[in-house]
Structures are given as structure tokens and as C-alpha cells.
Nanobody
Framework: VQLQASGGGLVQPGGSLTLSCAASGTIYSVNAMEWYRQAPGKERELVAGITSGGSTNYADSIKGRFTISRDNAKHTVYLQMNSLKPEDTALYYC?????????????WGQGTQVTVSS
């Protein structure tokens, strides 16, 4: 299984970006899909998550500005980011939990850089 994250870039404060993360390989289903971010000098933090049933959770710092969604047929998770702030600048990683028999395995994407600056 491989994850390919994309959509990062440089954007001005108040702007928008949409990140996507697609899983490829032999995949029958995906359980939780999550986005994390890590800013320089800080620990990696959970930004948003979505379950297989569509329930979502968000970090307080991005509530009302970011929206996580998923396309189960494409094994893809998205993060729509609006009203971006300089403090949103970070390397964003996707994490997908994929079942295999009686087990689950967590896979990480390679990270996509989001820079919010004027």
C-alpha cells in the first residue's frame, strides 16, 4: 500500500487550499482517515479525522475553517482548508488505517508542505 499526498503550496493569509491523499495497492476498505501536521520545532498534531462511517473530528484550532471528506471508491481523503492563517504553516501528513484480516495497519503519506505567508 502506498499513499500519495498532494495539494500543498504557498498561499496568502485568508486563502484556501485543498489537500488530497490517495491510497493505492491491494485495498478492499479503509477505516479511519486522518490528517496531521507538523510545524518546525513542534510536535506532530492531529488536525482532522474521518471514520469509515463518515463521522468527523477536528482540532480546535481549525474548527470552522477546515473540512475533511473522503471518497471510499477512490480510497482518497481530502482536506479543504479555508481562511488560512500563518500559523497553519506546516508539513501536512495523511494517515490511513487499513484492515487486513483480523488486524489494522496504519500507513503514512510522504507529507505535503503548506506555507501561509504574504
Amino acid at each position: 500500500v502506498q499513499l500519495q499526498a498532494s495539494g500543498g503550496g504557498l498561499v496568502q493569509p485568508g486563502g484556501s487550499l485543498t489537500l488530497s491523499c490517495a491510497a493505492s495497492g491491494t485495498i478492499y476498505s479503509v477505516n479511519a482517515m486522518e490528517w496531521y501536521r507538523q510545524a518546525p520545532g513542534k510536535e506532530r498534531e492531529l488536525v482532522a479525522g474521518i471514520t469509515s462511517g463518515g463521522s468527523t473530528n477536528y482540532a480546535d484550532s481549525i474548527k470552522g475553517r477546515f473540512t475533511i471528506s473522503r471518497d471510499n471508491a477512490k480510497h482518497t481523503v481530502y482536506l479543504q482548508m479555508n481562511s488560512l492563517k500563518p500559523e497553519d504553516t506546516a508539513l501536512y501528513y495523511c494517515n490511513l488505517t487499513i484492515p487486513s484480516g483480523a488486524y489494522e495497519f496504519a500507513y503514512w503519506g510522504q507529507g505535503t508542505q503548506v506555507t501561509v505567508s504574504s
